[in-house]
């Protein structure tokens, strides 16, 4: 049996720091290729990417599956407890940069299908779309990997991500969907002048306090059946002005608004620009805007294969997770496009952090439901 510690150790030890391939990518594809599987290097612009196929192309059945081998900078070296790239087991814990996010959720799937390839063949295809830029722009990542998978004909029916989903507890949540997220850039133009004679000026830092504020007190929504209530924060308001006696010409301010499925990116971007327009006519100050769309809300409705995996679970974890579209953006924003999709994967409460880390029991736990979902789809 392959063992998914060994190998998500061995894949922390890369230093996969997005854009760099680390040699992680080269290794899952001589364990894969020693397993049957058909592998190809999918790179785009220099960004690292890796597909593989076990099983016919074109086969009507097919499993896949999504996940990422690149990983965020460590930050302070001197603030961890160990060697960020050494994938040190203390205890019971494995602790690296990537170990939880997601080196062990790749780990632990590579696993299962090279196990289930050699101990029980199955009727259908196993597919792997892994990139090495989801931690970055995700330009040339995974929207490389469909690309090429729509010219070369390659199709999953179905598709697991193996992103990090459980709050606390393992088994408590997976993933069936995500919020949108749409970043505005407001840039305000008024007229400079001295604080004492501010009838000579026009303030472009009032006009967008104002726009902020409105902003921040609109209620867009109150949810639906899968979404809480879309949300909008003002992350950051700048003039550049060292003066306390001048006012500047300028002024910008930047928002971010995570959205459900009552909005799109182009519904958001109109009533930012309204808002904006109403604002600079009170004002008299020019207020422009940019935006742009990391990723529009989706949502897989509940069915067979969030069944699939939830009852895989349920029985490898005793609980029953919840359904939910909660947290951040994750490349099942794309792969959306292509089949359904949900996300399932290990605690994320060390991600990105210093000492990242993950216990080896919930490693072999991973790897114990991926193989349960994968039997069980091909029976």
Same mark, same amino acid.
């Given at each position: 049996?392959?063992?998914?510690?060994?190998?998500?150790?061995?894949?922390?030890?890369?230093?996969?720091?997005? %854009?760099?391939?680390?040699?992680?990518?080269?290794?899952?594809?001589?364990?894969?290729?020693?397993?049957?599987?058909?592998?190809?290097?999918?790179?785009?612009?220099?960004?690292?990417?890796?597909?593989?196929?076990?099983?016919?192309?074109?086969?009507?059945?097919?499993?896949?599956?999504?996940?990422?081998?690149?990983?965020?900078?460590?930050?302070?070296?001197?603030?961890?407890?160990?060697?960020?790239?050494?994938?040190?087991?203390?205890?019971?814990?494995?602790?690296?940069?990537?170990?939880?996010?997601?080196?062990?959720?790749?780990?632990?799937?590579?696993?299962?299908?090279?196990?289930?390839?050699?101990?029980?063949?199955?009727?259908?295809?196993?597919?792997?779309?892994?990139?090495?830029?989801?931690?970055?722009?995700?330009?040339?990542?995974?929207?490389?990997?469909?690309?090429?998978?729509?010219?070369?004909?390659?199709?999953?029916?179905?598709?697991?991500?193996g992103e990090p989903t459980c709050p606390s507890e393992?088994?408590?949540?997976?993933?069936?969907?995500?919020?949108?997220?749409?970043?505005?850039?407001?840039?305000?133009?008024?007229?400079?002048?001295?604080?004492?004679?501010?009838?000579?000026?026009?303030?472009?830092?009032?006009?967008?306090?104002?726009?902020?504020?409105?902003?921040?007190?609109?209620?867009?929504?109150?949810?639906?059946?899968?979404?809480?209530?879309?949300?909008?924060?003002?992350?950051?308001?700048?003039?550049?002005?060292?003066?306390?006696?001048?006012?500047?010409?300028?002024?910008?301010?930047?928002?971010?608004?995570?959205?459900?499925?009552?909005?799109?990116?182009?519904?958001?971007?109109a009533w930012m620009a309204a808002q904006a327009q109403?604002?600079?006519?009170?004002?008299?100050?020019?207020?422009?805007?940019?935006?742009?769309?990391?990723?529009?809300?989706?949502?897989? %409705?509940?069915?067979?294969?969030?069944?699939?995996?939830?009852?895989?679970?349920?029985?490898?974890?005793?609980?029953? %997770?919840?359904?939910?579209?909660?947290?951040?953006?994750?490349d099942a924003r794309f792969m959306k496009h292509h089949?359904?999709?949900?996300?399932?994967?290990?605690?994320?409460?060390?991600?990105?952090?210093?000492?990242?880390?993950?216990?080896?029991?919930?490693?072999?736990?991973?790897?114990?439901?991926?193989?349960?979902?994968?039997?069980?789809?091909?029976?």
């Amino acid at each position: 049996m392959t063992d998914p510690v060994l190998l998500t150790a061995d894949l922390v030890r890369c230093p996969s720091v997005t %854009p760099e391939e680390g040699g992680a990518l080269v290794l899952l594809a001589r364990l894969l290729g020693a397993a049957g599987f058909t592998c190809t290097r999918v790179d785009r612009n220099g960004t690292p990417n890796l597909f593989a196929r076990w099983g016919a192309k074109g086969h009507a059945r097919s499993f896949g599956f999504n996940g990422h081998t690149d990983v965020v900078p460590v930050g302070d070296e001197a603030a961890w407890s160990v060697a960020p790239f050494a994938a040190e087991i203390r205890d019971g814990i494995l602790w690296g940069r990537g170990a939880v996010d997601m080196k062990s959720g790749v780990a632990a799937f590579a696993a299962a299908a090279v196990d289930l390839v050699r101990d029980a063949p199955p009727d259908g295809a196993i597919l792997l779309a892994i990139t090495g830029d989801e931690e970055g722009d995700a330009t040339d990542g995974t929207v490389a990997l469909l690309d090429w998978m729509a010219a070369e004909g390659e199709a999953m029916s179905v598709c697991l991500v193996g992103e990090p989903t459980c709050p606390s507890e393992m088994g408590e949540m997976m993933k069936i969907g995500r919020r949108g997220s749409i970043t505005g850039w407001f840039t305000a133009r008024g007229v400079q002048g001295h604080v004492a004679y501010p009838h000579r000026a026009k303030n472009p830092v009032a006009a967008i306090a104002m726009l902020a504020a409105r902003l921040s007190e609109a209620k867009l929504d109150n949810g639906t059946a899968h979404f809480d209530p879309s949300t909008l924060a003002v992350t950051t308001i700048d003039a550049g002005n060292p003066a306390t006696n001048v006012i500047p010409a300028s002024c910008t301010a930047t928002v971010n608004i995570r959205f459900n499925d009552l909005h799109g990116g182009d519904s958001l971007t109109a009533w930012m620009a309204a808002q904006a327009q109403a604002v600079s006519e009170e004002t008299g100050v020019e207020i422009e805007l940019r935006t742009r769309v990391s990723g529009e809300a989706f949502v897989t %409705p509940p069915g067979p294969l969030s069944d699939l995996v939830a009852n895989a679970v349920q029985v490898e974890c005793g609980r029953r %997770p919840e359904l939910s579209t909660s947290g951040g953006t994750s490349d099942a924003r794309f792969m959306k496009h292509h089949c359904p999709v949900v996300e399932f994967g290990l605690v994320g409460q060390t991600m990105h952090a210093v000492d990242e880390r993950v216990s080896v029991e919930q490693i072999g736990q991973l790897k114990a439901i991926y193989d349960r979902i994968l039997r069980t789809y091909f029976t």
